[in-house]
């Protein structure tokens, strides 16, 4: 199931006619659903190539934000391989994906846990769990308990 649909894609875009303009290759007046399904589908792998790091995916329910962040990549992604990427797209895609200069984008603090994609994602604590509360004590010092164990190291 992918994270996100053609009307998605289509409000990312700005509407219908701009979507037309990145994603009509035969020329047709309509947006060819093949081509808009494939840069979903590569939108959602990169996806998930960064949240795989610490989420089971594919999401299931499709939080919001993963919906929309499909939706943008899935965008930019048709407008680059038709040649019409703009500076704001180009600074979009820097922000959800990172740049090669090194600027962390939202995909990596996905994968490394600084944001989340909704919700708590993350186990919660079982109430059965028991609390660690165990204390050590040493007696005697250092060389005395180093005597005892003198054939061990």
Known sequence: MPYS????????????????EIADWDNDATPDAGVITNAIAAADALIDSF?????????????????????????????RDRDMLTDDMQKRWDELAGTETGKEGWLYRLATGVVTP??????????TMAVDNVTTQLTGDRDESRGKTGGYW
């Open 5 to 20: 649909l053609q009307a998605d894609v289509q409000q990312a875009a700005g509407g219908l006619k701009r979507l037309k």
């Open 51 to 79: 949240a795989s790091k610490r989420f089971t995916v594919p999401f299931n329910p499709v939080p919001p934000i993963i919906v929309r962040t499909s939706a943008e990549l899935a965008r930019i992604m048709l407008a």
């Open 118 to 127: 909704g919700g708590d994602p993350l186990p919660l604590k079982h109430g």
